[in-house]
């Protein structure tokens, strides 16, 4: 079994900085590309940024320059540096990994509870 699990959501104000952190764990032989979306309340879930297992990244173009994808291959975890934050940023967000649980199976998509982020004066 295989969870992802998400941390460093909360409250921020505008301009302010917030870093998510999703870990990967259970039955894992190897982590594939890795992940943030978002939901706003009434909204579609969005692809914020992506990043594959060489580190080539990906960025919607209405976090690029202010926020950072990051993961570290060794510990199963993924990371999402949110600096200049607006209240359009507020969202649940979803941490998102293609895991393969094998050397011999394709990868599956696995995605976190999610974390709130609200920015709000």
């Known amino acids: 079994q295989v969870q992802l699990v998400e941390s460093g959501g909360g409250l921020v104000q505008p301009g302010g900085s917030l870093r998510l952190a999703c870990a990967a764990s259970?039955?894992?032989?190897?982590?594939?590309?890795m992940g943030w979306y978002r939901q706003a309340p009434g909204k579609q879930r969005e692809l914020v940024a992506g990043?594959?297992?060489?580190?080539?990244?990906a960025y919607a173009s209405f976090v690029r320059g202010r926020f950072t994808v990051s993961r570290d291959n060794d510990r199963n975890t993924v990371a999402l540096q949110m600096n200049s934050l607006k209240p359009e940023d507020t969202a649940v967000y979803f941490c998102?990994?293609?895991?393969?649980?094998?050397?011999?199976?394709?990868?599956?998509?696995?995605w976190g509870q999610g974390i709130q982020v609200t920015v709000s004066s």
């Open positions: 998102n990994a293609y895991i393969y649980l094998s050397d011999h199976s394709n990868s599956e998509a696995y």
């Open positions: 990043i594959s297992r060489i580190g080539s990244t």
């Open positions: 259970g039955s894992i032989f190897s982590v594939g590309a």
